[in-house]
């Protein structure tokens, strides 16, 4: 069975940190490449960051709304993705998704892990 | 970016009829292999979105026959035979061909 576990989220101040985590079961993880796509409170979905995997250079691409803040990375040997979010912003509030990438497509996605920012 | 424009953004609709969503891209979606990568996504309250179809055309595993996608450059429609009651929630059309891959605005489906 196919699992995306997201962890990491919560409240944080903006201009902070915080570091989310996609623990991964079930697939070959090495494989595929991964993205996050978030979703604000009754709000539609928006397409975050995205990695390679090694085989293609583990490469990445980012929304220009997070560019130079956000940092995605993996870790093949713990079948983990991870979304480093810094420099906060109140409108970075949302419901972040960890994905699979499959024909250039999203076809496993995780539950989900809130993130709120505010003071 | 490439702006997809979906219609109807809601969509009353009865239990046993059909339906249909419309997806229209910005720019033509083909890739430089030749695929044309618009994906469909549905996803309930409270839960997280699922691929319904991928490539236009493609059925995800396990999704129902019932549901088809169609279309070609900038145009795409989604349609749902005859609407069933877990079929309600927002569906939403996305592109995959260009950078930043790009979501419609959702249609929300309800039963009348």
């Known amino acids: 069975e196919v699992q995306l576990v997201e962890s990491g989220g919560g409240l944080v101040q903006p201009g902070r940190s915080l570091r989310l985590s996609c623990t991964t079961s079930?697939?070959?993880?090495?494989?595929?490449?991964m993205s996050w796509v978030r979703q604000a409170p009754g709000k539609g979905l928006e397409w975050v960051s995205f990695?390679?995997?090694?085989?293609?250079?583990?490469?990445?691409e980012y929304a220009a709304s997070v560019k130079g803040r956000f940092t995605i990375s993996r870790d093949d040997s713990k079948n983990i993705a991870y979304l480093q979010m810094n420099s906060l912003k109140t409108e970075d509030t949302a419901v972040y998704y960890c994905?699979?990438?499959?024909?250039?497509?999203?076809?496993?996605w995780g539950q989900g892990t809130l993130v709120t920012v505010s003071s | 970016d490439v702006v997809m424009t979906q219609s109807p953004l809601s969509l009353p609709v009865t239990l046993g009829q059909p339906a249909s969503i419309s997806c229209r891209s910005s720019?033509?979606?083909?890739?430089?292999?030749?695929?044309?990568?618009l994906n469909w996504f549905h996803q309930r309250p409270g839960q997280s979105p699922r691929r319904l179809i991928y490539?236009?055309?493609n059925r995800d595993s396990g999704v129902p026959d019932r549901f088809s996608g169609s279309g070609s450059g900038t145009d795409f429609t989604l349609e749902i035979s005859r609407v069933e009651a877990e079929d309600v929630g927002v569906y939403y059309c996305?592109?995959?061909?260009?950078?930043?891959?790009?979501f419609g605005q959702g249609t929300k489906v309800e039963i009348k």
């Open positions: 990695i390679r995997s090694n085989r293609f250079g583990g490469t990445t």
């Open positions: 994905t699979r990438d499959h024909y250039n497509s999203f076809d496993y």
């Open positions: 996305m592109q995959g061909t260009h950078w930043p891959r790009t």
């Open positions: 720019q033509g979606l083909v890739y430089s292999d030749g695929n044309t990568y």
């Open positions: 490539k236009v055309s």
């Open positions: 079930g697939i070959t993880f090495g494989d595929y490449a």
